[in-house]
DNA sequence: TGACGAGTCAAACGCTTGTTTAATACAGTC
DNA sequence: GACTGTATTAAACAAGCGTTTGACTCGTCA
């Protein structure tokens, strides 16, 4: 095979990656994949030991890049006072999830994840949301004077998590909403609202101590 | 066949609805919906003419229930403030959402819909999401003193509308934060959470006219 | 009574799926 | 140069899928 510089499973593990974030599992087969990446069909068993054992890297490679958006959230954010973090925490997210950067597939994999479990969200829970919502609680509670394992907190994190997910409602957003570009203006836009807002939101339920 | 009251071909639509939600449609076999609702495999094509049009039925149905939801939230508020029809709009939706009624499964269709979009969508948006839009849109325009067709106002209103989908991550939901319980009391602890956080995000953006 | 349409049924039909096989090529090692 | 382990290939495999078929059972109506 006149093979490019790439070797053969890097090759089926990305373009993977692609297809299972446009179409779902469930709706690209193994030739499917196999055939953009230029390998044989039974490549994805060899590499991998099947189609079970592709998503799961898949997924490990997700993973990887999750938890280094994660990072880069907070680290976005040292240094600054509470509501800082929170902005740049935000700023980050929005960013990644409108896809300026180029890991947009990623988002749609843990949305698809979260509305059709699979075993790996076990992995994804563990090494991706909870660190996520320590890390929000934590800025949250020092914003509202409470402590970060408070009722109240947890749900105000959640409140601020979800906003990022109807970003990505690709189909759906131009045709019920204006905008839905995701020009560098609009991008920054959307942050800042989603930043005042639940900075708005927690406040409210600011207690003085 | 000892059928019971119901028709065939109801007690085939409303098994593929459940399964449907449950699954979703690609995880689930014309042969599953068929067993589990005791009627012949071939059922499906003379009744919907395939799974396609058994899963448009689904939809139809779906949609049915959706705007009936709609309205209720609309109702459910009717002559009160602006900030009572808000407060009355999410507690009819925490509360369908949550499944204190029997409609659940509905959201979690929605839920796939715009993750996976498939041709029912333009249905669901025409019908179902733009109402609700239009609605929101107008309860927060009058709060906030700003013109329904203002972007910011869009933007309240998506911050509103995405907070519900939370609610949805079952599997999810327990091992990242506490709660996760329906009952009676936690439900309206939720639907006081989201009326509070959004009250004070949409007031952040108030405008004095 | 006999013809007719609607509904149901077991069985079979193609087709696609993920997976396996056996052959082949090739690089490194003794 | 034979041996070994890795990687790739075309072809075949078995299972599962949605769908179709043709026979059969009714209730209805002329």
Not at 1 to 9: F, L
Not at 57 to 73: D, K, W, Y
Not at 128 to 138: A, N, W
Not at 159 to 176: C, D, E, G, K, Y
């Amino acid at each position: 095979m006149v093979t490019g510089d790439q070797e053969t499973r890097e090759r089926v593990l990305n373009t993977a990656a692609r297809l299972f974030a446009e179409r779902g599992v469930e709706r690209v087969t193994v030739r499917d994949i196999c055939q953009q990446a230029h390998a044989n069909v039974a490549a994805v068993n060899y590499h991998f030991g099947g189609k079970d054992g592709l998503y799961t890297a898949v997924m490990e490679l997700a993973i990887g890049v999750m938890r280094s958006t994660t990072e880069a959230a907070r680290d976005a954010g040292a240094g600054q006072s509470a509501e800082g973090r929170l902005r740049a925490y935000i700023a980050t997210f929005v960013d990644r999830v409108t896809g300026s950067g180029r890991d947009t597939w990623i988002h749609h994999l843990l949305m698809r994840e979260l509305a059709d479990p699979t075993p790996a969200l076990t992995l994804v829970v563990e090494q991706v949301l909870k660190p996520r919502m320590e890390y929000l609680c934590g800025t949250i509670a020092e914003i509202a004077g409470r402590l970060p394992d408070d009722a109240v907190v947890v749900r105000c994190a959640l409140s601020v998590q979800s906003q990022f997910h109807a970003l990505l409602w690709n189909q759906a957003l131009p045709r019920i909403a204006t905008g839905g570009d995701t020009t560098p203006a609009s991008v920054a836009a959307i942050a800042e609202h989603i930043t005042a807002f639940s900075l708005a939101g927690v406040r409210g339920f600011a207690q003085s101590r």
